[in-house]
């Protein structure tokens, strides 16, 4: 199976992040794995990278704080326990007729997108219900009042992670049932239905302690020493290229806006904002990390995208990146048109775009000396260039 990267829209993910954090003495999901970003901000960015449908379950005094940070996800309140928080998420999921819905415990945020993958590709192959497992390698025994019972066969017994994938149909009929698990696959074994393991990650722990999150950081840190694999992180640079075009409306009400900003003149016309400089650097991100194009995640077939900020988009794209390991260190952009005149928003435009990307940002306006529909005056060009940082293990 190749790694697209692409949105798959029939399948939901349910990101679950509705714990007290008990064992872990807080809350844990809001904790800080780097500056700014938090253990669940880092499940969402995989989640996002997977599919656009993504609902995300907090506790009930956090919804509005957290729909804000994830404009694009659905947020809804959880309950007392894991099993009853998956459940609410259910009506939502019934909205959005996925056929398919991978269940992910935030608290796990070095799950792979590669990982997400496989298990998709195991339901479209036939699978009704699929977990990631790991063997176990320690002797184990069962115990009671601190005296060995017997000695369990390891070569039978595996390790269970999230995320777990479901066809929508068995996981509605397993949800009907009003019992309290561990995991969503305990209830398919309940049903009757098989539950097929594949192979799960090393790195894929779940926080559950402070010790955890050393661990965890390490592996996110650029440059860092892997204490996963016991050797050093090679630095993967990528380039970027991107384009877009717009032609002027004629609809009074379009605003015209470039690189965020808005500028005086007619509208261009497009799904969204139409900003071509925010759409040409969101090509070269999506590019540089093998994601595909702007189309395939924010496709103009979408309505939820009509009329949608493109610095959204943009930050969506950067999102989508980091959760594949890349984040951008340079943009290098040229805007090419006759008119509006670009040059005295240069350092506004530069401002914005700078702080959605979290990276340095050059702009150059040029015009296309009369020649061709540019140099007619009948709309508006965007070419850049974006320099990628990866860490690859």
């Known amino acids: 199976m190749s790694d697209t990267g692409s949105f798959h829209k029939g399948a939901a993910v349910v990101l679950v992040a509705a714990g007290s954090g008990t064992r872990f003495g807080s809350r844990k999901q809001f904790v800080e794995l780097l500056p700014g970003v938090s253990i669940l901000d880092r499940s969402y960015e995989v989640a996002r990278s997977v599919s656009s449908n993504v609902i995300v379950v907090v506790p009930p005094d956090t919804v509005r704080s957290i729909s804000a940070r994830y404009p694009l996800a659905t947020v809804i309140a959880g309950g007392s326990t894991r099993t009853e928080s998956v459940r609410f998420a259910i009506p939502a999921l019934k909205e959005l007729g996925c056929s398919f819905v991978l269940v992910h415990d935030a608290a796990r945020p070095l799950a792979s997108h590669g990982l997400y993958l496989r298990i998709l590709e195991s339901l479209k192959e036939g699978a009704v219900a699929v977990v990631p497992g790991l063997p176990v390698y320690d002797t184990v025994k069962r115990v009671r009042s601190n005296e060995v019972l017997e000695t369990l066969d390891r070569e039978e017994l595996r390790r269970i992670q999230t995320p777990q994938g479901f066809k929508l149909e068995s996981f509605l009929q397993a949800y009907g049932q009003v019992i309290d698990v561990s995991d969503d696959a305990a209830l398919f074994e309940r049903c009757g239905i098989k539950v097929q393991v594949i192979q799960g990650e090393e790195q894929n722990i779940k926080v559950t302690a402070p010790g955890d999150l050393d661990y965890v950081r390490v592996a996110l840190t650029p440059g860092s020493l892997s204490i996963l694999k016991g050797k050093e992180r090679c630095v993967n640079t990528r380039v ?111 401002e914005v775009l700078s702080s959605a990307l979290g990276a340095p940002v050059n702009i150059k306006a040029k015009t296309a000396e009369k020649l061709g529909s540019i140099g007619r005056s009948e709309g508006v060009a965007a070419f850049c260039t974006v320099l990628m940082r990866g860490d690859i293990p």
């Open 240 to 350: 970027g290229s991107g384009f877009d075009i717009h032609r002027f409306s004629k609809d009074p009400l379009r605003k015209l806006m470039v690189g965020g900003v808005q500028l005086e003149g007619p509208g261009l016309e497009g799904h969204s904002d139409a900003d071509v400089l925010c759409h040409a650097i969101s090509d070269a991100i999506l590019g540089a990390s093998g994601l595909g194009d702007i189309g395939e995640h924010f496709s103009e077939k979408d309505p939820r995208w009509e009329g949608a900020d493109s610095v959204e988009i943009l930050r969506a794209c950067v999102s989508l990146a980091k959760a594949k390991g890349y984040v951008v260190e340079h943009v290098d952009a040229t805007v090419v048109c006759e008119t509006p005149r670009i040059t005295p928003y240069k350092g506004v435009m530069t």
